[in-house]
Every structure is written in C-alpha cells, then in structure tokens.
C-alpha cells in the first residue's frame, strides 16, 4: 500500500464521521446535552465542568476520555454512575435514564456500573477476598455464592494465592487487580476507570490494561477510561473522545485520531507519545545555514498502515539520492504506523527541494529542519 | 497496712470499676452514634444535615465545657429521676454517663473523620446505603481510632470518678479524700493513688494492644 492509499484510510475523520463514537446505534451510554456547573461556594467562584456534552458510548467498546487536568473527565465518568447529577441534560445507561434516579433505585442501578480508582480505594481493614466480598455483601447475596464468586474474580484477575493478604502486604499492581476485581464482583455491563494506572509504574499499567483488554474481550464489558496519558488510550482503546475545558474538541477512532490529529489539544497529546524531539547530539550539531559539503535534514511524518518503510529505498531509487537516516521513531496504533523519520540530504539544495517535492506529491507532510556538517 | 484497709480499698476498687465500666459503656452507646452522626452530616456529607449538625455541636460543646463537679451537682433531680437516688455508685453512673458521651462523640466523630473520604466515593459507586457505609466501611476503616479513642475516654472517666465521692459516689477517690486527706491517713493515700496508676497503666496497654490488633494498616509482611 502506497503512502496515498494510507492516508486515504485515515480521511473520515471529525465529529461527523460515521464512524466516530457519537453515532453508534447501540449506545450503552448516551450523553445528551450534558452540563454541569459546581456553584459557588463561599469564596470560591462557580466552575462550569462541562458544557453542552453529546455523546454515546458503544455497547462492548472501550473508549478513552482524555484531557488536561481540570478538562472535566472526572465529571464526565461521575455522571455515569449517578455519583454526581448534571445541571442540564441527561445520563442514559444501558436504556435507563441515570440521571433522574435516587435513593435505592440509583443504588440498584449502580450495581451494574463497576468504577476502579487511581488510588485503588480499598479498604485496609479487609483482605483482598474480603474487599472483592463487599458489593456482594451490600447486594445482599447468600454467604455461600459470596465465597464462589470471590474465588473466581481472584482467578480472573490473576492473583488467586493473595486472597488472605491485606491491602498494606500488596504491591499497587496486585492492588489494582483487587479494584479491578471488586468492580467486575456484581457482573456489570460498564467499567469506568478513574487513572486506574496513573499511580502504576510502565510494566503495571501495561499488565493492567492487558488484564482490562481482556476483560472487555471475554466478558463482554463496555469500558470507559478517563485518563491524561495518551500512551494509555493508545495501548487499550478503540475510541477517543479528547475533552478541554469541559468541551469535547475531537473523537473517533483512535488510529484516526493518532494518524491525523485535528485539534492542537489533540496534536499536543500525540506528541508526547510519538516523540517529534530529535536526538541530542543531532540537535545540538543542527544550523539554520546550509553547510558546505553537508546535509539538509528533513523530517518527514509517518502515518498509516507500512507508509514508512520503503521511504528510504524509494527515494534513493526514484530520486537517485542516497539519503542518510538520521532519525526515526515508528509506534502502531490501531493497526496503522504513527511517527516520524528524520533524514539528511547530502547534495546541497537543488538535491534537498528535489526530495521535499517528492515528498509533496507522495502526500508525505514534511518539513525542513535545518542543516548538519 | 492492716486488713481493714485492704479490705476498703479492694471495695472502693470494685466500685470505682463499676461506674467506669458502666458509664464508659452508656456513654459508648450514646456517644458513638451522635459521632458518626457529627463526623457524616456537614454540607454534602452522607446524611447531610448542617444545621442538626451545627446545634448538635454546641450541644456536646457546652457539656464539655461545664466543669464535672458542677455537672454532677447541677443534674441532682435528673440523677434522682433516673437512678431512684442521688448517692451511691450506682447514681454516679449518671453524671459520668452524660460528661463521658460527648466526649466520645468528638472522640469518634475525629476518628471517622481520619477515614479517607474516597472510600465513601467508592462505596456509593457499588450502591451501598448510607447506613452500609458507616458498619461496613467506616467504623471498620476507623476501628483503630475508635479502640483508642474509647481507651482515652476509659482513662478520663477513672480521673472523673474520684471527683463523685463529693456526693456519695464511693469508689477509689472518694476513699482517698475521706481517708487520706479527712483523716490524714498518708498511707491510705498513697495507695489509693498507686491503685489509680496501675488501673491507667492496665487501661491504656490494653488499649494500645487492641488498636495495634486491629490495625492493618501499617502492617507488613
């Protein structure tokens, strides 16, 4: 596939797409003109958390909520389960109005909505089975089916031989699997998750959000994931929905998302993960005149599905310039390939805007970095 | 020290645990109540009451603040309607009962308070009721707390229950005063006051035991 085949994948994008989470026809949870505005109280002013949120959730999906901090999602994934109430507007989960209920019908309706935590909040006073035990307990299920079902969500989440260990003898990974537990012991449809790995090191949040992907697959849980770490969203969800200022300012599929990022908040998040920075040494040795005898260095973005990796070898043959690789950072997100390749021109600047007109009708954004001896 | 006295303070011990025992256990009952209620019912709280709250806070306020020796004499009817007397140990439990309870409430309210206000969120995220949260994860959460606390009150009842000998109360203080001071017996005395130091030292290691039983906390492997 050619590098205008790749971006033509990537084209429908925006809130209009058909594609985009907003449209899905099964929505296991429905936005419909939310806001939710904080008062004022004493001396602090009013804050509007959110403001004019439309959005659907589809059933079986995962999708990440992503935003700066104070952007609203902890708002957003509250108004889910009930555990805050919008101003204007109304909260559908799974067909039933969440928002209008209170007192037990609320709590009824909350025990179909698992929530894990960034802190994992569990109770020290309880051991791991103990603390997986008590939405049984507050459900009110026999004794007996209590003991079974602890037995099986310590399977499921792989740490069956800690039942009896309290929560100040785990590690936060094993912690979290105890969240993760809890929140899935009531057989829910939805899992939300505040952070859940915000306060894991790397190799956890990976096995976590393993543990949650598979949690999706095999039973079937529509997950919601707030988070302000792109690198998370692009490990585990299928959608995004990227929120600033209590405003949703893009979302779709997270390969549209990562291959062409529309809102600079977007851009920004994108960045982090892709990594545009160049190497030190590389950096340090770049000029803004062109060097005699040296190289024009060019940095060129990749997006979609194997765009990068006949860029070197095509140029040197359809150009007839031998290129230098001097850079290159490749992710995969969703399936198609997201980064950048930094390369120097040897041959002055005839050779340099021959490569950079190349690039152009090839519909490679590129752009001229500066030069290196 | 001839059997006789021995015998005075064995009897005065008796009584001195009695009054505490009861009275720490009423002011349990009454006081661990109007603490959850205190430590859960401020603005957007779980049983958010502010104005209950803020009255119910002056009410424990002025009962703590009103001197014991004045409380036990300014409640006399009230020790009489409720006891059938007004001297005797078993009337001291009264006044003791009412200055131990508020106490106990700020006691406990500062104790639940310590509980991490996510737990509630989490809690209400499953469904549970208000009254599930306060047994199932707030007075367990801050159990350690509670045992302390309630070790401290057991200890400032003892100091209170010398003070009803001045209207027939009995038990150790009033012994002590009578005797060790009225009849300048120093010996007697002194042994009222090594008893009180060995019930206190008994008290509050007993105490401090339980907590660090039920504490998980800082627990490690």
């Given at each position: 596939m050619n590098a205008h085949q790749a971006l033509a994948v990537g084209e429908p994008i925006g809130a209009q797409a058909a594609t985009s989470p907003g449209d899905a026809p099964d929505a296991m949870v429905r936005f419909e003109g939310i806001s939710k505005v904080y008062p004022a109280y004493r001396d602090k002013p009013g804050v509007h958390a959110l403001q004019g949120l439309d959005l659907a959730i589809a059933r079986g999906s995962i999708t990440g909520v992503i935003g700066r901090s104070g952007a609203g999602k902890s708002s957003l994934v509250r108004l889910i389960n009930g555990l805050e109430k919008p101003t204007t507007g109304r909260v559908v989960v799974d067909g039933r109005d969440i928002s209008a209920l209170a007192g037990r019908n609320l709590r009824l309706a909350q025990r179909s909505i698992g929530m894990i935590f960034q802190h994992f909040n569990?109770?020290?006073?309880?051991t791991a089975a103990d603390n997986i035990a008590l939405p049984l307990e507050i459900a009110g299920w026999p004794k007996a089916e209590i003991r079974a079902r602890v037995a099986e969500l310590l399977a499921l989440v792989g740490i069956a031989d800690k039942a009896d260990r309290y929560p100040s003898e785990l590690s936060g990974g094993q912690k979290q699997r105890v969240g993760i537990a809890r929140a899935l012991a009531t057989r829910p449809n939805v899992l939300l998750s505040d952070e859940a790995t915000s306060a894991l090191d790397p190799q956890t949040t990976r096995a976590i959000l393993d543990l949650l992907a598979s949690i999706n697959r095999e039973l079937g849980v529509t997950i919601v994931l707030i988070t302000h770490e792109m690198s998370v969203v692009r490990q585990l969800a299928k959608e995004v929905v990227v929120i600033d200022a209590g405003r949703i300012v893009e979302r779709g599929h997270v390969a549209d998302i990562f291959t062409n990022p529309q809102h600079p908040i977007t851009q920004s998040f994108i960045a982090e993960v892709v990594g545009d920075s160049l190497p030190v040494s590389l950096a340090s040795r770049l000029r803004a005149q062109p060097v005699a005898g040296g190289q024009a260095v060019i940095r060129v973005q990749v997006r979609g599905t194997g765009a990068g990796d006949t860029l070197v070898a095509r140029l040197a043959r359809e150009v007839g310039i031998d290129v230098a690789l001097l850079a290159a950072r490749i992710d995969e997100v969703g399936g198609q390939h997201v980064g950048s390749l930094t390369i120097g021109i040897p041959g002055g600047e005839g050779a340099a805007q021959q490569v950079l007109t190349w690039l152009a009708q090839h519909q490679f954004a590129s752009e001229r970095l500066g030069h290196v001896a | 020290m001839s059997p006789e006295m021995i015998n005075l303070i064995v009897q005065a011990t008796g009584e001195s645990l009695f009054m505490v025992s009861v009275a720490a256990l009423l002011g349990t009952v009454f006081g661990l109540p109007i603490g959850v209620f205190l430590a859960t019912s401020r603005k957007d709280e779980l049983f958010a009451a502010p104005a209950v709250n803020a009255v119910l806070g002056m009410v424990v306020n002025a009962t703590r603040s009103t001197p014991f020796i004045i409380l036990v004499v300014a409640i006399i009817p009230f020790t009489r309607l409720i006891a059938?007397?007004?001297?005797g140990s078993t009337a001291a439990i009264v006044p003791l009962t009412i200055a131990s309870t508020p106490f106990i409430a700020r006691l406990v309210e500062a104790a639940i308070r310590e509980v991490d206000a996510g737990l509630i969120e989490t809690a209400s995220s499953f469904g549970a009721s208000p009254l599930q949260i306060v047994l199932k994860v707030l007075i367990p959460e801050a159990l350690p707390g509670l045992v302390l606390a309630l070790t401290l009150a057991v200890v400032s009842l003892l100091g209170y229950s010398a003070m009803v000998g001045a209207v027939g109360g009995g038990g150790l203080g009033d012994l002590g005063i009578r005797y060790g001071y009225q009849r300048f017996m120093p010996e007697m005395m002194l042994a009222v006051v090594v008893v009180l130091i060995a019930l206190v030292q008994a008290v509050q290691s007993a105490g401090d035991y339980l907590a660090r039983r039920v504490n998980r906390r800082l627990r490690h492997r």
């Open positions: 569990l109770l020290s006073s309880r | 059938g007397t007004s001297i």
